[in-house]
């Protein structure tokens, strides 16, 4: 079945910029009606949605992130790709990775396990 | 604050129906999905849609929604409920995903 895996470093030094990936395992990142997407979760607090791509690279942002948020993706090695930059604090998190139905209605059916960053220097 | 209000936490008796609610504008227009997130653990998602559940979701769960709110009810609830409720659905433009802040249920 589907599964989704995100890597990357664990901590990222202050205004610096975080660089996470997220593996897609079982099936296509060219399926159609899907995006994928990334999710934050900061410690003891709710998600939040950072944004979310299409297989073609069409990608839309949490307005909040917006400035500082890229994501990318990698077809022939069924990737996507997170890069935040400028980060502080604040941007301590688990960071979900999800496959993201995105129509008249939306969701996110299947998620990774999470991968945790620490913002430190 | 989020464009989705939950209540922070609800409590239910073992066995017994509970429902959690989710409000926002947007609701008026647009489903919500539901998430449940037990401690330690990525989010699953429980209902989506209308009144859609994922293969593996008990049918225990069920989803409705009138005017602004939307509900999550669980129907004869077990201990393994016992977790955070996330509400997702659109902001208030329309175009973008927001959660709501999440409902942590304890099963008495």
């Known amino acids: 079945q589907l599964q989704l895996q995100e890597s990357g470093p664990g901590l990222v030094k202050p205004s610096e910029t975080l660089s996470l990936t997220c593996t897609v395992s079982?099936?296509?990142?060219?399926?159609?009606?899907?995006?994928w997407g990334w999710i934050r979760q900061p410690p003891g607090k709710g998600l939040e949605w950072i944004g979310s791509?299409?297989?073609?690279?069409?990608?839309y942002y949490n307005p909040s992130l917006k400035s500082r948020v890229t994501i990318s993706v990698d077809t022939s090695k069924n990737q996507f790709s997170l890069k935040l930059s400028s980060v502080t604090a604040a941007d301590t998190a688990v960071y979900y990775c999800?496959?993201?139905?995105?129509?008249?209605?939306?969701?996110?059916?299947?998620w990774g396990k999470g991968t945790t960053v620490t913002v430190s220097s | 604050s989020s464009e989705l209000t939950q209540d922070p936490a609800v409590s239910v008796a073992l066995g017994q129906t509970v429902r959690i609610t989710c409000q926002g504008d947007?609701?008026?227009?647009?489903?919500a999905s539901w998430y449940q997130q037990k401690p330690g653990q990525a989010p699953v998602l429980v209902i989506y849609?209308?009144?859609n559940r994922p293969s593996g979701i008990p049918d225990r769960f069920s989803g409705s929604s009138s005017g602004n709110t939307a509900s999550l009810t669980i129907t004869g609830a077990q201990a393994e409920d016992e977790a955070d409720y996330y509400c997702?659905?659109?902001?208030?433009?329309?175009?973008?995903?927001?959660f709501g802040g999440g409902t942590k249920l304890t099963v008495l």
């Open positions: 999800a496959r993201h139905y995105y129509d008249f209605d939306h969701y996110m059916d299947v």
């Open positions: 791509i299409y297989y073609s690279g069409s990608t």
């Open positions: 997702n659905s659109r902001d208030s433009s329309g175009n973008h995903p927001v």
């Open positions: 079982g099936g296509s990142i060219s399926s159609s009606s899907y995006y």
């Open positions: 849609g209308k009144n």
């Open positions: 947007s609701l008026r227009s647009y489903y």
